[in-house]
């Protein structure tokens, strides 16, 4: 089934329906881009949806909390932009650059309130950047395949030195299984590629296996590579320091950055009718007034 977090009232009855013992919280807006134009919406839906979550479990199970466990999804972008150098740690500050961020940061907080309040059994995890097939072509890379398939610019924000670190998202699925169902409560854990990318790079690397899998003369994606006016606040560098879930719960990523890009590539040019159909409609009014 399927509903909007916002709506309290639904969450209440489906709670009170199908009693959850655990809920695993991932519903979220995520496009930092969009949370700039409105900053709002992502008040409502990451903070007040996550609020309307956590109330509807706490009347369900409070005074009963054995075997019940609330785990919420998050972004390493709560901890804000690094230098050259530096991880992100679990004990990072927060500092939050981007509306989205401080709407992630805001839920993440709540959820924690909940566990010293409450007594609601929590766990939290922070990853990094994710890809993988059905993404939504307003990321940066399922951006540039489908811009790529149709012959137009891919725009790079700034100087294209921005670093990401970038992880498959079976490896998160395989993450989020293992933090669920074996994380300590009330910890946190942060969760990355052990993979940092540049985004110029990045991109170059995806024009090159894109011309390879097409057969087509080396270089011609990249000629549609364009820089463009930077995203405002733009953080320079995010990078996972992901040992914390590898020392205690044994979690590594297992798809190589070559190789999850190809298997993505594979996938979206293999689903040029998904692609279609999530870019008509209001897609094309989302990119006109990004891009424009
Ligand atoms: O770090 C985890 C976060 O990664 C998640 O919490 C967010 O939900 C997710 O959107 C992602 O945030 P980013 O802002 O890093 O992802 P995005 O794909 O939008 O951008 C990746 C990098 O590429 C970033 O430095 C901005 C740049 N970029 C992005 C777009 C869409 C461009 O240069 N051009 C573009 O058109």
Not at 99 to 114: I, T
Not at 222 to 239: N, Q, S, W
Request: charged fraction near 25%; hydrophobic fraction near 35%; proline fraction near 3%.
């Amino acid at each position: 089934m399927h509903g909007d977090i916002t709506d309290e009232k639904y969450i209440n009855s489906i709670f009170n329906t199908y009693k959850f013992d655990a809920v695993i919280h991932l519903a979220a807006e995520s496009h930092v881009d969009r949370s700039i134009a409105d900053p709002l919406m992502f008040a409502k839906t990451n903070i007040i949806g996550t609020i309307n979550l956590l109330n509807a479990f706490n009347s369900l199970w409070k005074n009963n909390w054995e075997g019940k466990r609330f785990y919420h999804i998050s972004t390493d972008e709560v901890y804000g932009s690094l230098g050259e150098s530096g991880l992100f740690e679990e004990t990072s500050m927060y500092r939050p650059n981007s509306p989205y961020a401080a709407s992630k940061a805001g839920s993440d907080h709540f959820v924690r309130a909940y566990g010293e309040t409450y007594d609601m059994p929590y766990v939290i995890s922070n990853c990094s950047n994710n890809y993988g097939p059905y993404q939504f072509p307003e990321k940066l890379i399922p951006l540039c395949i489908n811009n790529i398939l149709n012959n137009k610019s891919l725009p790079i924000y700034g100087d294209g030195k921005n670093t990401r670190d970038w992880l498959y998202v079976i490896d998160h699925a395989s993450a989020i299984d293992l933090i669920f169902h074996k994380g300590k409560a009330s910890e946190t854990y942060n969760v990355g590629g052990f993979n940092e990318c540049k985004n110029i790079d990045l991109v170059k690397l995806l024009c090159q296996q894109v011309d390879k899998k097409l057969k087509r003369k080396l270089g011609t994606s990249e000629k549609l590579i364009t820089f463009v006016k930077d995203r405002p606040g733009h953080d320079l560098r995010y990078a996972i320091d992901a040992s914390k879930l590898n020392r205690a719960l044994g979690w590594l990523p297992s798809v190589t950055f070559e190789e999850g890009l190809s298997k993505t590539i594979d996938w979206y040019l293999n689903s040029k009718d998904w692609l279609e159909n999530v870019t008509s409609g209001s897609y094309q009014n989302y990119y006109k007034s990004q891009y424009k």
